[in-house]
């Protein structure tokens, strides 16, 4: 009987880690572990984690370690990742959709509205807009905004004009900067410093924790804190794996990645106001757009950029938009 015993308890020990894992999720991101988004994606693992028991377990692979973020999602469209979390501005060319949050001033300042307006209809619309894409959207997490640096005065929105900025491919951001007077030249990130620093073009837009990371500052004479266009990331799932968890397991992880919101938004503007400062501290002129220039500057922009958008997604553009303007 004691030795039955014995090699029982053994089996049960040699079963226990297979019982504790039944579903693994890798999730890739392009983040350093320092910044915002990895420090909750482990918030969530570890959430994730409890709630099931040990059932569910996510392996968190930051700084593009399974590849760039067009590899990343496809591998979970194709069910090689389970899942991914990217920043929207990435997922255009595959969902043209999700563009919208390209447009300035789409989401509102007040925390409290902006969280109303992803948790409500128009959040969950946008959401959806990716199931016929092969991928499963479960939240927005938001990542900050963006602002405005130049080698040329920018003392108001007059001062645009003739200036020459660099932008991502996207219609939307090039119609952005035509309201405002000024040429958009899309130009690939690694190529920025250096067209900043030798003057093909005058300046850019970036949040300002990526400002400082990339030093951009060192060749940028002046920035604006207009925290004029939201940098939102979306949380995809690999459908097959979405759909092989448990209805409860699922629950759990949505929950999870909606209850850190909060606490994300606080560490990300925590970096954004220890970078102004670094930004200040190099000799950049630092200027802070108050309500009104920032409503002047919505009401230049918000129009032109929303039409860029429905010529670019179509019917299911435009009725995202007459979602937003209904909420």
Do not use: C
């Not at 039944?22 to 915002?36: K, N």
């Not at 994606?41 to 996510?58: I, P, S």
């Not at 200036?163 to 130009?187: C, P, T």
């Amino acid at each position: 009987m004691k030795a039955f015993l014995l090699s029982l308890t053994a089996a049960l020990a040699l079963a226990a880690p297979a019982m504790a894992q039944d579903f693994v999720a890798r999730i890739g991101h392009l983040e350093s572990t320092a910044q915002s988004r990895h420090i909750h994606l482990d918030k969530v693992a570890a959430l994730v984690a409890e709630r099931t028991g040990g059932a569910v377990e996510f392996q968190i692979f930051p700084q593009g370690q399974l590849g760039n973020q067009r590899q990343m999602t496809e591998g979970v469209q194709l069910g090689t990742l389970e899942a991914t979390v990217s920043p929207a501005a990435f997922l255009g060319g595959f969902n043209p959709v999700v563009s919208v949050l390209d447009i300035p001033y789409l989401i509102p300042a007040d925390a409290a509205e902006a969280a109303a307006l992803r948790d409500g209809p128009f959040g969950q619309a946008l959401l959806d807009s990716f199931s016929d894409k092969g991928l499963v959207a479960i939240e927005l997490w938001p990542n900050g905004t963006k602002q405005f640096t130049s080698n040329e005065p920018l003392a108001s929105l007059e001062d645009f004009a003739g200036q020459k900025f660099r932008v991502m491919d996207s219609s939307i951001l090039i119609e952005q900067y035509n309201a405002l007077g000024a040429s958009a030249i899309a130009l690939p990130f690694g190529e920025l410093y250096t067209s900043l620093q030798t003057g093909v073009v005058d300046g850019e837009e970036n949040p300002a924790d990526t400002i400082r990371a990339m030093k951009f500052n060192e060749v940028q004479k002046y920035m604006v804190v207009s925290d004029h266009g939201a940098m939102e990331d979306v949380v995809l799932f690999n459908p097959m794996f979405w759909d092989s968890l448990p209805e409860e397991y699922r629950g759990v992880i949505t929950e999870a990645f909606a209850e850190v919101i909060p606490e994300l938004t606080a560490h990300k503007a925590a970096a954004v106001a220890s970078a102004i400062e670094d930004i200040k501290a190099s000799g950049t002129d630092v200027r802070v757009a108050d309500s009104d220039e920032r409503a002047a500057l919505r009401a230049l922009t918000f129009g032109p950029a929303s039409a860029a958008y429905v010529a670019k997604a179509g019917e299911a553009g435009q009725a995202l938009l007459d979602i937003y303007a209904a909420q």
